[in-house]
């Protein structure tokens, strides 16, 4: 199982930007997905989560601005992000817990990240 990040990139701030996550190989159902971020010199956070049934959660300082979705026929996590800051600019990672057979255990996939910078 493999995810696979896109969408950054350099935006000016109050830019909007749309992260991408796809997931491909052997999968057999995706359950929680989630968006991590992580500044320079700093720790990787969370930035928004979502359920296989659609519940959503997001972290106080991007509620209102950041949206989360999935398109479970495409095994695809998005992160639609509007009215941009300095302060968002970090690397995101998606992150999945992932059956990859009908009879296996659940798997946690990161994948690779990808680079969003905010510029004032």
């Known amino acids: 199982v493999q995810l696979q990040a896109s969408g950054g990139g350099l935006v000016q701030s109050g830019g909007s930007l749309r992260l991408s996550c796809a997931a491909s190989g052997s999968i057999f159902r995706i359950n929680h997905m989630a968006w991590y971020r992580q500044a320079p010199g700093k720790q990787r956070d969370l930035v928004a989560s979502?359920?296989?049934?659609?519940?959503?959660y997001y972290t106080d300082s991007v509620k209102g601005r950041f949206t989360i979705s999935r398109d479970n026929a495409e095994n695809t996590l998005y992160l639609q992000m509007n009215s941009l800051k300095p302060e968002d600019t970090a690397v995101y990672y998606c992150?999945?817990?992932?059956?990859?057979?009908?009879?296996?255990?659940?798997?946690?996939?990161w994948g690779l990240g990808t680079l969003v910078t905010v510029s004032s």
């Open positions: 992150n999945a817990d992932i059956n990859p057979t009908r009879w296996s255990r659940v798997y946690n996939y």
């Open positions: 979502i359920s296989a049934g659609g519940n959503t």
